[in-house]
């Protein structure tokens, strides 16, 4: 009982460390908005880059630990839930964290590889569609361009926040039919609630003081995890 509990608790935690802050810290530099995208963008893709695996090693550790030392698998699916929880609403941030993608697909790779290939191709397809075009664009430099800025004149694609979803409605469909336990189908289920409820609340406040259109509001953060305004 005391060792689920320091499992789960113990992926909270690690899930709620701000590495990302701290990586910023360490090169100077003040991280606002995606702290993923910021960092990548104002510290350089070696540092960037050192952000997304940490994401990655933090989604996949409880995971790793709790099957290594022989937990339960309903624990193990708890622990993997808690870390993504901690990265969405870290104690060490006031609750106010990041949207839980990245970490969330390191669990689920961790926990189960197959579904996760399959949740793998629309955010594969998403990601090119966001990518291909920065990488084109000729009329800035190549250091600039594999900062994935949009090209001038551009508005931000939505085709990787739309993917995301996608990605993470399927990890539950794909376990069921590659017929994985139970419980870890619940568990992706839950993933896709905790990840589409964090998407439908962050920053909601600022959005409704502009507009008394909820269910445009709601929406538009459903599929494209973006503000209204």
């Not at 590495?19 to 893709?45: C, K, V």
């Not at 050192?50 to 624990?75: A, N, R, Y």
């Not at 590889?113 to 000729?138: E, M, N, Q, S």
Request: glycine share 12%; hydrophobic share 50%; charged share 15%.
């Amino acid at each position: 009982m005391w060792a689920d509990t320091a499992l789960i608790l113990g992926a909270y935690l690690l899930g709620s460390f701000p590495h990302l802050s701290a990586l910023g810290r360490l090169r100077g530099i003040d991280l606002e908005g995606d702290l993923h995208i910021s960092l990548w963008r104002r510290g350089g893709r070696i540092i960037g880059l050192m952000g997304i695996l940490g994401e990655f090693v933090k989604g996949i550790t409880p995971v790793l630990v709790g099957k290594s030392l022989g937990f339960d698998l309903f624990i193990i699916v708890l622990a993997g839930l808690a870390v993504v929880s901690g990265q969405m609403w870290p104690i060490f941030a006031r609750f106010n964290g990041e949207k839980g993608n990245s970490i969330g697909l390191a669990m689920a790779g961790a926990l189960t590889p197959k579904p996760l290939l399959i949740a793998l191709v629309p955010i594969t397809i998403g990601a090119a569609i966001r990518a291909v075009p920065c990488l084109l664009d000729t009329r800035q430099s190549l250091r600039e361009r594999l900062k994935f800025n949009e090209p001038s004149g551009r508005s931000r694609p939505r085709s990787m926040p739309l993917a995301m979803a996608i990605g993470f409605l399927l990890l539950p469909v794909a376990s069921w039919w590659l017929g994985e336990p139970l419980i870890i189908t619940s568990g992706y289920i839950s993933l896709f609630i905790l990840i589409m409820a964090r998407r439908l609340t962050a920053g909601l406040r600022g959005d409704l003081e502009v507009s008394t259109n909820v269910k445009g509001i709601l929406i538009n953060r459903f599929l494209y995890d973006r503000s209204y305004r």
